[in-house]
């Protein structure tokens, strides 16, 4: 059975040991930062950070500001562009077990620019030693094993659930409800499309540019149609595109 994650930012204290944990568990090396005026750092995911909390800071009308965390990564797309965006056969694989897309080593022959501007959320990095395409891979390893991956299970907050992706939604559904009763704006994220749900208080455009796939130009002109239609007319224009760049 496919599995997901759902992360529950109303519950996020931007403590960032899932952005730890994750480095931690991959070995990755260390990143130069440096103080830039905001809790965020470093600034964007790389090719040696898969995982990243947003911050996020907005004043209201009535002058109240507000800060909205968001642990940015891989949302592993049940339909995954970024797959069908590959020329090279197994550098993009889906996991059939669990739903998890995983780049390869034969990503280091694929074109960059193709595989990150298939992504409507923003994640393809490229590592410069490797020259290979990376990114979360849902701790593949830890799954296999039955262990959490490390994210959800470094979350002290209890932000982060794993589990069979039926049991997700429902579960996010469940939250959404509770949620909704304080923050009548709250939402699920793209909840149809990806195995990594977020439920956010607000406009997720608060969040994070890339919070949802952008349905602005499948929106025009079709007033009448659902989100998830929407949504379907911007992952189906995104695999096209990429198709046509390969030749």
């Not at 209201?60 to 590959?86: L, Q, Y």
Request: with cysteine; proline share 6%; charged share 30%.
């Amino acid at each position: 059975m496919p599995k997901a994650i759902l992360i529950d930012t109303t519950r996020c204290t931007a403590c960032r040991g899932c952005q730890v944990g994750c480095k931690e568990w991959k070995d990755l090396p260390p990143v130069a930062t440096k103080q830039r005026g905001t809790h965020q750092n470093p600034p964007d995911l790389g090719p040696y950070n898969f995982k990243l909390v947003r911050f996020a800071e907005h004043m209201e009308a009535d002058g109240t500001v507000k800060w909205n965390f968001f642990p940015d990564a891989c949302r592993h797309c049940i339909d995954a562009p970024c797959k069908s965006g590959a020329s090279i056969e197994g550098s993009i694989i889906q996991d059939e077990a669990t739903g998890a897309v995983i780049y390869t080593e034969k990503t280091a022959k694929e074109d960059f620019e193709t595989i990150k501007s298939s992504c409507p959320y923003d994640i393809p990095r490229k590592d410069p030693k490797t020259k290979r395409i990376v990114k979360c891979d849902m701790c593949i390893d830890r799954v296999r094993a039955n262990l959490l991956p490390m994210c959800v299970k470094s979350c002290a907050m209890g932000a982060m659930s794993f589990g069979e992706r039926a049991d997700m939604l429902k579960l996010a559904a469940t939250r959404l409800v509770a949620v909704q009763k304080e923050f009548p704006k709250a939402q699920l994220c793209d909840m149809e499309n990806v195995s990594v749900i977020y439920l956010v208080a607000d406009d997720p455009k608060k969040y994070h540019k890339f919070a949802v796939a952008d349905a602005s130009d499948a929106m025009k002109g079709a007033p009448g149609m659902t989100r998830k239609e929407m949504l379907a007319g911007v992952f189906a224009p995104l695999r096209k595109a990429t198709k046509q760049m390969q030749g």
